[in-house]
């Protein structure tokens, strides 16, 4: 550690990420219902640990949209409607389309091979978990694999972006989608025919396999327009 540094700042700083990684855990899993309240100190004596650290990680998931601050009573699971869900699928397709048009091509050659192979091991575990209809397993690999191919653009801001609106998406999906009964044969399975068509720079396959993704993302929990 660099001379002069403050240990304690360094440790309450990965214990708010932990904290706030495994709530957004527990949000995206569905055991932290939309509308759910808590406070801070009902989280700091679920997770043995002093207060001020869970109230920074409420606040940084409050900054990603997932909690809303209740005046004077704590805090609760942010409620996604379905105009809400459609609006964040027109925006993830709308940077998408933006990165097809500015030089996506270019960003794929620039990309070494053992990004485009991680992403391809990504895309495969994704798919495997979607064709088993295991949501729990999909959502993460579904949200590394995004998160991995968004970062071929060497854009934070666009990485960043694209990933939050992926987890809220998650977050609306995932109630409706728990009421299935059964729910093989009914997530999309496209993952890796994607990373395939990246990796083999074919630029119409790719953006046509993603607006199939948003099509059946919007049926799926039936909020097409």
């Not at 001379?3 to 360094?10: F, K, L, P, R």
């Not at 397993?137 to 991995?148: A, Q």
């Not at 992926?166 to 890796?192: E, I, N, Y």
């Not at 119409?204 to 199939?212: C, D, G, P, V």
Request: net charge neutral; proline share 3%; with cysteine.
């Amino acid at each position: 550690m660099p001379a002069g540094g403050d240990s304690s700042v360094i440790r309450r700083s990965t214990l708010r990420q932990q904290i706030a990684d495994a709530l957004r855990d527990e949000v995206l899993a569905g055991r932290l219902p939309s509308g759910h309240p808590f406070t801070v100190k009902e989280i700091a004596e679920q997770y043995g640990v002093s207060a001020t650290p869970v109230r920074e990680a409420l606040l940084d998931l409050c900054a990603q949209g997932l909690l809303d601050v209740e005046q004077h009573r704590g805090f609760k699971v942010h409620a996604f409607t379905a105009e809400d869900f459609r609006a964040m699928v027109e925006a993830r397709t709308l940077i998408i389309e933006g990165i097809f048009r500015s030089g996506a091509d270019q960003a794929l050659r620039a990309t070494s091979a053992g990004v485009l192979i991680s992403i391809r091991r990504r895309a495969d575990e994704a798919e495997r978990a979607a064709r088993a209809g295991d949501l729990d397993v999909l959502i993460g690999y579904d949200l590394r694999f995004w998160r991995e191919l968004s970062s071929i653009v060497n854009n934070a801001y666009i990485s960043d972006f694209l990933d939050r609106i992926r987890v809220q998406t998650w977050m609306f999906a995932v109630p409706l989608l728990r009421r299935k009964p059964d729910l093989r044969g009914l997530l999309w399975q496209g993952h890796s025919a994607l990373a395939d068509a990246l990796i083999q720079h074919d630029l119409a396959t790719a953006q046509r396999l993603i607006a199939e993704y948003n099509e059946h993302s919007l049926a799926l929990v039936g909020t097409r327009g």
